[in-house]
């Protein structure tokens, strides 16, 4: 999507809307006048680099998208885009790995903007078991990977709540982001079958872990696994590719789960 051949004023007025916010709302939030707004928004006024960055930072635009509103506004892009393996980011890597070997003996893993895995501890691999061999040839997607008939949804015990959560989790990129990539990743994940006879969703409130958050529960065999995931994201990136990778830790939820992860572990460790 070529957005730099959209006058400026329209994409902030799309991502005004997209944040939910009146033309009043971020004049105030911004410091600047209704009327300045309504200028740059309709193109009777050009807006200054700094203006398109500040504009930028009230609505929360990623950082991608900030260099795009500033190459319609006829600036060079501020924001790099390096690779993962880039002298640069040394040590961001070195801090994604000190994570993942942290959580150890329990599953993690970093991935990027789209879903594409990057890199992965080694508990990730006891979870994979029957997953076909195409899924796991880079690039992988991990949604992909665990919704596919072919990868981890036959072995999900809860598929339509974790499905459930997936495809909510990806509204709320797609709504953050306006990523069209993600928009037909969701559209894929959406085409995918239910496996037979998964169970019904249980009702929301107390029932399931404690009422306080979905579990991925995974039938393995070693017994039904169950786990909590958080994520982590670098917290003042100013490179496109650092914002964009987010790391994906899972916990056990249950002292079974606990101890199946350190019997998979100290097996996997023997010569």
Request: glycine letters at 6%.
């Given at each position: 999507m070529d957005r730099s051949a959209e006058p400026v004023g329209e994409l902030l007025r799309a991502w005004r809307q997209r944040r939910g916010l009146s033309q009043l709302g971020l004049a105030s939030d911004a410091g600047i006048s209704q009327r300045h707004l309504s200028?740059?928004?309709?193109g009777r006024s050009a807006p200054s680099r700094d203006m398109v960055l500040h504009l930028a930072d009230q609505?929360?635009?990623?950082?991608?998208?900030?260099?795009?509103?500033?190459?319609?506004?006829?600036?060079?892009?501020?924001y790099r885009e390096r690779t993962f393996d880039d002298p640069a980011l040394e040590a961001a890597r070195e801090a994604?790995?000190?994570?993942?070997?942290g959580q150890e003996p329990y599953p993690a893993l970093a991935v990027d903007r789209h879903w594409t895995l990057v890199v992965a501890n080694k508990p990730v691999s006891h979870l994979l078991t029957g997953v076909a061999a195409t899924l796991l040839q880079p690039p992988v997607n991990v949604l992909r990977l665990s919704l596919h008939p072919?990868?981890?949804?036959?072995?999900?015990?809860?598929?339509?709540e974790w499905r459930a959560h997936v495809l909510a989790r990806l509204?709320?990129?797609?709504?953050n982001s306006a990523d069209p990539i993600l928009l037909k990743l969701i559209d894929e994940l959406k085409g995918y079958?239910?496996?037979?006879?998964?169970?019904?969703?249980?009702?929301?409130?107390?029932?399931g872990f404690a009422g306080i958050a979905t579990p991925l529960e995974l039938t393995t065999d070693h017994g039904v696994l169950s786990f909590l995931s958080t994520t982590t994201v670098f917290g003042t990136p100013v490179d496109i590719s650092l914002s964009e990778i987010a790391i994906e830790s899972f916990f056990p939820a249950d002292p079974a789960t606990k101890e199946a992860m350190r019997r998979l572990s100290e097996s996997s460790d023997k010569p």
């Open positions: 200028f740059v928004e309709s609505l929360a635009v990623p950082l991608r998208e900030r260099n795009a509103l500033l190459v319609a506004a006829g600036f060079a892009p501020v994604i790995h000190l994570i993942l070997a072919e990868g981890l949804a036959p072995r999900i015990a809860n598929f339509r509204h709320r990129q797609i709504d079958p239910t496996p037979p006879g998964s169970r019904p969703p249980r009702p929301p409130g107390p029932i």
